[in-house]
């Protein structure tokens, strides 16, 4: 046993060292955003956390299962290194912001065993997704405080560490605080951060987004006409989104916030027709552009769900959801990331 751990531990050092060479080359980039590097750092970044979830796997012996595992990510490897590097693009822009989601799909997809229609694997790995998230803030937050009073320290004797510590130290970190998160979960199972920190926001975004609606309501600012409020709108709405869609996986048998999850997608479903309503209102007078209609389409897909969260509560007559069902809208979005990443570059010719 001890054995086969240090192995473990081995190979998941080698992803990290792996993962960590496009993040070193992009932290040394001088020139402001490298779109290549960027790329290339979320795809083989997630080639090695599918890579992580094969050690071990049954199939582990067998090349082909890691074949297998790293299909997705040369097909997006090779499609990221096709496209055209622009510095003014929307729809690239956009390609950047939907990548992780088919980065965390194709994860998914090494997870679960290679079952894409496996709902119950999907919704324990939002589960784990979300403990990953968590732990990683904690990682990322303690190593600032630790990165910081390291440069003051060596500051004080005169050597200026700022750029070795930045370059070196933190950019490893990032890389390696989601494998030691995966490995700090399968060490201590029973402790469950996201899912502590999920029952509490779950009651504070429901009170939030109701006094934000009857707020917004009579301000001067809309988010027809106000690009800044349409933003936020919109980074509300996605927050709220995962926060649900992560507590109806959880499985929280708590009364009082199974009521505020059932409330809650009631509440957002007229937030995010008011983003709909602007969304549709800004093309109509200025066009349609990429960025709005990659708005247009996930915010079709949320509304999907928020009305597929109500719908399933009322017809399954019960306030906590079977996991399984809560995660069953997911696939929406990979559909989604597929489209906006891999046809509307071309649809609107690179603009």
Same mark, same amino acid.
């Given at each position: 046993m001890?054995?086969?751990?240090?192995?473990?531990?081995?190979?998941?050092?080698?992803?990290?060292?792996?993962?960590?060479?496009?993040?070193?080359?992009?932290?040394?980039?001088?020139?402001?955003?490298?779109?290549?590097?960027?790329?290339?750092?979320?795809?083989?970044?997630? =080639?090695?956390?599918?890579?992580?979830?094969r050690f071990g796997a049954a199939d582990a012996k067998q090349w082909k299962a890691w074949a297998r595992a790293l299909f997705p990510f040369t097909v997006l490897g090779?499609?990221?290194?096709?496209?055209?590097?622009r510095t003014v693009?929307?729809?690239?822009?956009?390609?950047?912001?939907?990548?992780?989601?088919?980065?965390w799909f194709s994860v998914w997809y090494s997870y679960s065993d290679f079952r894409l229609g496996d709902r119950d694997a999907l919704a324990r790995f939002v589960r784990l997704s979300g403990e990953v998230v968590i732990w990683f803030v904690l990682f990322m937050l303690g190593g600032a405080v630790l990165v910081a009073l390291s440069i003051a320290?060596?500051?004080?004797?005169?050597?200026? =560490?700022?750029?070795?510590?930045?370059?070196?130290?933190?950019?490893?970190?990032v890389c390696a605080a989601p494998f030691v998160a995966l490995a700090v979960i399968e060490v201590l199972p029973g402790i469950r951060l996201a899912s502590v920190l999920g029952v509490v926001f779950i009651p504070l975004f429901l009170v939030t987004i109701t006094v934000f609606g009857v707020v917004a309501f009579f301000a001067e600012k809309k988010p027809w006409d106000n690009r800044d409020v349409f933003i936020l709108y919109n980074v509300l709405l996605v927050l709220v989104i995962c926060l649900l869609v992560f507590v109806s996986s959880e499985q929280v048998k708590n009364g009082f916030i199974a009521s505020c999850t059932s409330v809650l997608p009631v509440i957002t479903?007229?937030?995010?027709?008011?983003?709909?309503?602007?969304?549709?209102?800004?093309?109509r007078n200025w066009g349609v552009t990429p960025s709005? %209609?990659?708005l247009l389409a996930t915010n079709l897909v949320m509304l999907g769900n928020l009305v597929d969260l109500v719908v399933a509560r009322i017809t399954s007559r019960t306030l906590i959801l079977p996991a399984a069902r809560a995660a069953?809208?997911?696939? %929406?979005?990979?559909?989604?990331?597929?489209?906006v990443v891999f046809v509307f570059p071309f649809l609107f010719a690179f603009a």
């Amino acid at each position: 046993m001890e054995k086969s751990v240090g192995k473990k531990w081995a190979f998941t050092a080698v992803l990290t060292l792996i993962a960590w060479v496009p993040v070193r080359l992009l932290a040394q980039v001088d020139s402001g955003r490298n779109d290549v590097l960027l790329r290339l750092c979320m795809i083989i970044g997630g =080639a090695c956390g599918a890579l992580y979830f094969r050690f071990g796997a049954a199939d582990a012996k067998q090349w082909k299962a890691w074949a297998r595992a790293l299909f997705p990510f040369t097909v997006l490897g090779a499609f990221m290194l096709l496209l055209p590097v622009r510095t003014v693009s929307q729809s690239l822009d956009n390609v950047l912001f939907f990548l992780p989601v088919l980065v965390w799909f194709s994860v998914w997809y090494s997870y679960s065993d290679f079952r894409l229609g496996d709902r119950d694997a999907l919704a324990r790995f939002v589960r784990l997704s979300g403990e990953v998230v968590i732990w990683f803030v904690l990682f990322m937050l303690g190593g600032a405080v630790l990165v910081a009073l390291s440069i003051a320290l060596f500051d004080i004797v005169g050597i200026d =560490a700022a750029h070795l510590y930045i370059e070196n130290i933190v950019t490893l970190g990032v890389c390696a605080a989601p494998f030691v998160a995966l490995a700090v979960i399968e060490v201590l199972p029973g402790i469950r951060l996201a899912s502590v920190l999920g029952v509490v926001f779950i009651p504070l975004f429901l009170v939030t987004i109701t006094v934000f609606g009857v707020v917004a309501f009579f301000a001067e600012k809309k988010p027809w006409d106000n690009r800044d409020v349409f933003i936020l709108y919109n980074v509300l709405l996605v927050l709220v989104i995962c926060l649900l869609v992560f507590v109806s996986s959880e499985q929280v048998k708590n009364g009082f916030i199974a009521s505020c999850t059932s409330v809650l997608p009631v509440i957002t479903i007229a937030l995010d027709l008011v983003v709909l309503s602007a969304i549709l209102y800004r093309i109509r007078n200025w066009g349609v552009t990429p960025s709005k %209609a990659t708005l247009l389409a996930t915010n079709l897909v949320m509304l999907g769900n928020l009305v597929d969260l109500v719908v399933a509560r009322i017809t399954s007559r019960t306030l906590i959801l079977p996991a399984a069902r809560a995660a069953s809208w997911i696939p %929406a979005y990979a559909l989604l990331a597929v489209l906006v990443v891999f046809v509307f570059p071309f649809l609107f010719a690179f603009a």
